[in-house]
C-alpha cells in the first residue's frame, strides 16, 4: 500500500486545478516522465519534513546550577530575579530586605521529614525530581498576580508534573502552626489553579488540580509525580499564572502554605531561525520541481 501523503502538502502540491493536464497529442512517455519528477519531489519534500521533525520541547530544570547538590537557588537582596530554561522565563521576586520571596525556584534539596518552613524547597513522596534525579522547580505564590512562567512565543503547552512541596504534605497531615491537619470530616481540599493567557494578556482559560482532597471517605494527599494535562488552554499559550487555595483559611488568608512544586513543562515546539530555513530551503526545492512540471 503506497504511503499516504498528508493533507497540508496535497493542499500545497495539487492546490488550484489537481494534476496538470497533459499538452494534446503529447507522446505518452511525456505523461510517465512528469509522473515520476512528481514522485521524486514528493520524497525530497519528505525527507525534508522527516529532517525537520520537531520534538516538544521538555523544561526539566536539570540543567539548572543545583542540579546533584541538594541545595537550591535563593538570592538574599531585594529584587527581581527572573530566571530562564529552555528560553521560558520563571518569574521570583525578593523582598522586604531579602527576608521573604515568591514566583518560581529550583531546587534539588531531598528530605522529606523535615517539617516547616525551614524545608520550604523540598518536593514530597521520595524526594526526587522526575526519574529520580535532577532538579525541580519550587512555586511559593506570590501577593500580585503576575505571570508565574512566560514562554518565548505563544504554543501549546502539553502539560506539566505536580506535586507537594514537603512543606505543604506535612503540614496538611500533621498541622503546622497555624495550619491544622486535613480532615474528611471537614471535607478539606487544597487546589491548584493554573491560568493560561495569551500575549495581549487576555484569558485563554483555567485547569484546577486537587493537590489534596478529603472530600471523600478517605483522604487524599498528592505525594507522587503528577501530570496535569493543559491541552485546553489551546495553542496559543503565552504566559502562565498559578493560584493555591484551601479550605484552611484564617483571619491573614489561607493556613495551609501555599507551595507546589513543578517537573517536566512540557510545550509544543517552537522552530529555531535555523530550522526554519531549513524548511524554506525544503519548500523551495519543491516549488522548484512544480514550475518544472509546468513546462
Known amino acids: ?47 525534508g519534513m522527516t529532517g525537520v521533525a520537531l520534538a516538544d520541547t521538555v523544561v526539566d530544570f536539570d540543567g539548572q546550577s543545583t542540579t546533584g547538590n541538594n541545595t537550591y537557588y535563593r538570592p538574599t537582596e531585594d529584587g527581581t530575579y527572573d530566571w530562564t530554561d529552555k528560553d521560558a522565563t520563571f518569574s521570583m521576586q525578593v523582598d522586604y530586605d531579602g527576608a521573604a520571596w515568591d514566583g518560581m ?33 519550587i512555586f511559593f505564590q506570590p501577593f500580585s498576580n503576575r505571570s508565574a512562567i512566560t514562554l518565548p512565543t505563544a ?83 503565552k504566559s502562565l499564572q498559578f493560584a493555591l487555595s484551601s479550605t484552611d483559611n484564617g483571619a491573614w488568608g489561607m ?8 517537573d517536566d513543562l512540557t510545550v509544543a515546539a517552537i522552530p529555531e531561525p535555523g530550522t526554519i530555513a531549513l524548511m524554506l530551503v525544503g519548500f523551495g526545492g519543491m516549488v522548484g520541481f512544480r514550475r518544472r512540471l509546468k513546462r
Open 155 to 237: 504554543t501549546t503547552v502539553r502539560g506539566f508534573y505536580a506535586n507537594n512541596t514537603t512543606y505543604a504534605a506535612l503540614a496538611i497531615l500533621n498541622g503546622e502552626g497555624s495550619a491544622r491537619a486535613f480532615t474528611t470530616e471537614s471535607n478539606d481540599w487544597f487546589k491548584l489553579t493554573i491560568e493560561g493567557f495569551d500575549g495581549t494578556d487576555n484569558s485563554l482559560g483555567m485547569v484546577d488540580f486537587l493537590l489534596a482532597d478529603y472530600t471523600g471517605e478517605t483522604g487524599e494527599l498528592v505525594d507522587d509525580w503528577t501530570f496535569v494535562d493543559l491541552a485546553s488552554l489551546g495553542d496559543n499559550v
Open 255 to 262: 493556613n495551609t502554605p501555599a507551595y507546589f512544586a513543578m
Open 105 to 137: 525556584t529550583y531546587s534539588s534539596v531531598l528530605d522529606t521529614t523535615t517539617p516547616g518552613y525551614t524545608n520550604q524547597y523540598a518536593v514530597s513522596g521520595d524526594g526526587m525530581g522526575m526519574g529520580d534525579g535532577g532538579s525541580y522547580a
Open 1 to 47: 500500500m503506497a504511503d499516504a501523503v498528508p493533507p497540508f502538502w496535497n493542499g500545497f502540491l495539487f492546490a488550484g486545478g489537481g494534476v496538470v493536464p497533459e499538452k494534446p497529442q503529447a507522446p505518452a512517455i511525456y505523461g510517465q516522465r512528469k509522473e515520476k519528477m512528481k514522485k521524486q519531489a514528493l520524497l525530497i519534500v519528505l525527507a
